[in-house]
Structures are given as structure tokens and as C-alpha cells.
């Protein structure tokens, strides 16, 4: 949106956004937040303005705007913001109202392929085995690790660890820190064979039904292999 | 911090039932009981560590913990010469590869939402930056070319350790 753009009074509703708990309506467009945020200028954007829009009602701008997107969540201006207000977290919930086919980029359809089949890359279970053991075979060539295997499916491990999709895409060389760490502690430790995504891409969004059967999974894995502790995906 | 908030929404029932660490817990807690050694001579520095917002300022208000003391402990044990950025901790500037932009599509967007971060990292005349997040570590490695800091050498902070084991 630019100055340019002209907003008709009678498209104001400022009891549309009611409903969100964010405090959106104490603004006091002090523009603190505006000022401690990296993201102000990219393409006209700027919390206060954002919040502002919230406070009003102007329901279509905002949804169809690209600024919930260019916003990192990174709660800088909430740190600062007088009126305590929750900016982070309303943007997220404004990504929540565009349709789904409209989200940017990869997110949503990442996040569509680990709701079908258990991670964002759509990676068979023979694949993503293979992977695993073939990182855990070169592990094993290096001195100090002699015998070293990935325990998957390990039930009543201590610890269950996750996986982010792309250690078992493009970087799987860093699969090897935590697993030599593991085995230089001795740990008794596992790793899920099927539903094992580590990221949680409902979170970036908004998508809260999504988010639950995600995290539902790391709970069913818990109570399956009956581990002891879960180590936080991120 | 995805997992935990919906652990806390939804699943509320598993904190009686299970153990949770972090990354930073697990490792503190094999250094100190000694399960694993560290060799500290082998990264001369001088290194710098970013803060995530989501281990850090998020953490602290959703949780009422930010990891801050953490990391930073655990990177002495790895490294004696390593600077802090300035701001850090709760004032910390985001990577500009959080909130799912590393993977929306807005590269352009993303580059340069990077670059007050770039500028705090190359004030430090650190060579290597320590992070403990995988989307920090795809930003890092994803800009620094745009800012002509190619030698910057990113690393995760259980890569760190990990690398300075004596085994
Ligand atoms: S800092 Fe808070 S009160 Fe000030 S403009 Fe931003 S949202 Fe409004
Ligand atoms: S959360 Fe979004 S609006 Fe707030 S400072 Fe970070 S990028 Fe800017």
C-alpha cells in the first residue's frame, strides 16, 4: 500500500477485529516500533502502520498486503512498544486469513506435504531410513566412533530427538554433530522412523489446527516408544 | 518454541508425564558431569554468537525464560576469544530468516532485512559465528555473500562442540 492509495471511510470497521487479543486498540502510534524494526520500508511496511490497520478494521488491505510475510516475527517492536501490545503475534494471525493456495512461497505446501505424509519433503520411509544409516555408516569409519548405529525406533530410549527436513535433504553432513555428540555421552537415544519432521511450519502460517496435529505426532511418538525426555525440535 | 507453545495449548498433560531439555540443556549437562571433554585450543577466534529470537527474546516472554546466559556459557567452554554483538540478548536484530521467510519466496526482502545484522557481525572482526538455530544458519549462509562476508565461517553451536571433543 502506498499514500497513494485512497481509504474509503465507509470501508472502516473498528469493531471487525474485536474478537483478537492483542490489544491491537491501545496503539498510541508512538512509532517505536516502527523505528526498532529491521523490516520498516520493505515495500511501504511498517508495524504502527500494520497495527493501525488492525485497529480499523481494513480487513482486505491487510490480508491481501505482502507486509504479514516480509515480517520475520522476531518481536523486536513488541519489546519496545508502550502499550504492550502483541504485534508479533497479530501478524501471524492476519497470515492465518489468506487462503491457503495464496500463501507465499513454500510454506503452506511444505507444510501440506508433512500433514500427508509426515514430513515437508514428501520423503518415502525407505528413503529416509537409508539416509540415516548410510550418515551413520561414515560416522562409524572415523576413529573414536568405531560401531557407532542410529537407533530408530528405540523404545524406552532416554531421549527422542526430531529431524529438520533439510539435514536429510541437502545438509545431511550436519546430522553428524549432534549424532557424535550422542555417542561420545554415551546417550541412550532415538529417532522416529516415520512422522520424524522437526520444523513446525503451521507456526509460520498461522495455521493452529495444523500446529496441533503436529506437535500431537511428537506426543504420540513419546508415549509409543515410551521415551523418558523429548529434545525441543528448535 | 513451535512445539513447546502447542505442547502448552493442546498436549498440556505430557509436562507430567515427560522430561523436555533444550538443546542448551543437554549440553551443559554433559560438559558438567564430564561426558564429554572439550578441547579448547582449537578454534583460536575471535568468534561471535547470534542471538535466535525465538530461544531468546520470544522465549523470555513466552516462557518467562530467555536463553541468553546459556549458549554463551557453553561457547567459553569451546572458545576463548569470542566477542558479543552489540545489541544482543533482549535487544537482539533478528537474522532476517525467521518467521518462514527463509522459505516464502521474498528473497530480495530477506537480503536486505539482513543487513544492520551483517554490519553488528562484521564490527566484531569475527570470523566464525556461532548459532543455534537451523533457520539463523540458512540466513547467515544464504546472505553473506550479498555482503561480501563469504569468509564468514557460520556454524551451529552443537558443531562447535561437537567439534572441539576429545574423542
Ligand atoms: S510501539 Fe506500540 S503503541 Fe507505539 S506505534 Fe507501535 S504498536 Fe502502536
Ligand atoms: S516482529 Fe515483524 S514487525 Fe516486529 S520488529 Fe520483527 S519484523 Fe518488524
Given at each position: 500500500m502506498t499514500a497513494k492509495d485512497i481509504i474509503h471511510m465507509n470501508e472502516l470497521?473498528?469493531?471487525?477485529?474485536?474478537?483478537?487479543?492483542?490489544?491491537?486498540?491501545?496503539?498510541?502510534?508512538?512509532?517505536l516500533c516502527s523505528s526498532s524494526c529491521p523490516a520498516t520500508g520493505i515495500d511501504g511496511f511498517d508495524p504502527r502502520k500494520l497495527i493501525r490497520m488492525l485497529s480499523l478494521g481494513l480487513e482486505s488491505e491487510v490480508v491481501a498486503s505482502r507486509w504479514p510475510w516480509i515480517c520475520t516475527l522476531c518481536a523486536k517492536c513488541e519489546?519496545?512498544?508502550?502499550?504492550?501490545?502483541?504485534?508479533?503475534?497479530?501478524?501471524?494471525?492476519?497470515?492465518?486469513?489468506?487462503?491457503?493456495?495464496?500463501?507465499?512461497?513454500?510454506?503452506?505446501?511444505?507444510?501440506?506435504?508433512a500433514l500427508e505424509t509426515g514430513n515437508n519433503l514428501r520423503l518415502p520411509k525407505d528413503d529416509y531410513v537409508f539416509i540415516l544409516e548410510d550418515v551413520a555408516e561414515e560416522i562409524a569409519e572415523e576413529p573414536g566412533y568405531e560401531g557407532f548405529t542410529v537407533p530408530i525406533d528405540k523404545k524406552?530410549?532416554?531421549?527422542?530427538?526430531?529431524?529438520?527436513?533439510?539435514?536429510?535433504n541437502t545438509h545431511t553432513e550436519d546430522l553428524k554433530h549432534w549424532w557424535r555428540i550422542f555417542h561420545a555421552a554415551k546417550?541412550?537415544?532415538?529417532?522416529?522412523?516415520?512422522?520424524?519432521?522437526?520444523t513446525n511450519w503451521a507456526y509460520f502460517t498461522g495455521d493452529d489446527e495444523a500446529m496441533k496435529i503436529m506437535t500431537g505426532r511428537i506426543v504420540d511418538h513419546m508415549n509409543k516408544l515410551e521415551v523418558k525426555t523429548l529434545m525441543w525440535p528448535e | 518454541m513451535a512445539t513447546r507453545s502447542g505442547f502448552e495449548k493442546h498436549y498440556p498433560?505430557?509436562?507430567?508425564?515427560?522430561?523436555?531439555?533444550?538443546?542448551?540443556?543437554?549440553?551443559?549437562?554433559?560438559?558438567?558431569?564430564?561426558?564429554?571433554?572439550?578441547?579448547?585450543?582449537?578454534?583460536?577466534?575471535?568468534?561471535?554468537?547470534?542471538?535466535?529470537?525465538?530461544?531468546?527474546?520470544?522465549?523470555q516472554k513466552v516462557f518467562g525464560h530467555g536463553y541468553f546466559d546459556e549458549p554463551r556459557w557453553i561457547l567459553s567452554q569451546c572458545v576463548e576469544n569470542w566477542i558479543d554483538l552489540y545489541p544482543a540478548t533482549m535487544n537482539q536484530i533478528c537474522c532476517g530468516g525467521g518467521g518462514g521467510t527463509l522459505v516464502n519466496s521474498y528473497n530480495e526482502e530477506r537480503t536486505y532485512y539482513g543487513r544492520r545484522k551483517m554490519?553488528?557481525?562484521?564490527?566484531?572482526?569475527?570470523?566464525?559465528?556461532?548459532?543455534?538455530?537451523?533457520?539463523?544458519?540458512?540466513?547467515f549462509n544464504s546472505i553473506k555473500k550479498a555482503y561480501?562476508?563469504?569468509?564468514?565461517?557460520?556454524?551451529?553451536?552443537?558443531?562447535?562442540?561437537?567439534?572441539?571433543?576429545?574423542v
Open positions: 470497521d473498528h469493531s471487525r477485529f474485536k474478537s483478537w487479543g492483542f490489544s491491537q486498540d491501545f496503539c498510541v502510534t508512538c512509532g519489546n519496545v512498544c508502550p502499550m504492550e501490545i502483541d504485534i508479533a503475534d497479530a501478524v501471524r494471525r492476519v497470515r492465518s486469513l489468506r487462503d491457503r493456495d495464496k500463501v507465499p512461497g513454500n510454506i503452506h505446501k511444505g507444510l501440506e506435504a524406552g530410549a532416554n531421549i527422542l530427538t526430531t529431524i529438520h527436513n533439510k539435514l536429510v546417550e541412550d537415544w532415538t529417532v522416529p522412523s516415520e512422522n520424524w519432521e522437526g | 498433560e505430557v509436562f507430567e508425564k515427560f522430561e523436555f531439555v533444550t538443546v542448551f540443556d543437554l549440553l551443559i549437562k554433559y560438559i558438567k558431569e564430564g561426558r564429554i571433554k572439550l578441547d579448547k585450543t582449537r578454534f583460536k577466534g575471535p568468534a561471535t554468537y547470534h542471538d535466535p529470537c525465538n530461544y531468546g527474546r520470544k522465549a554490519d553488528q557481525i562484521r564490527a566484531t572482526g569475527a570470523g566464525m559465528l556461532v548459532v543455534p538455530c537451523h533457520s539463523c544458519h540458512g540466513q561480501d562476508m563469504e569468509g564468514l565461517e557460520v556454524k551451529y553451536l552443537w558443531e562447535l562442540v561437537a567439534d572441539c571433543m576429545i
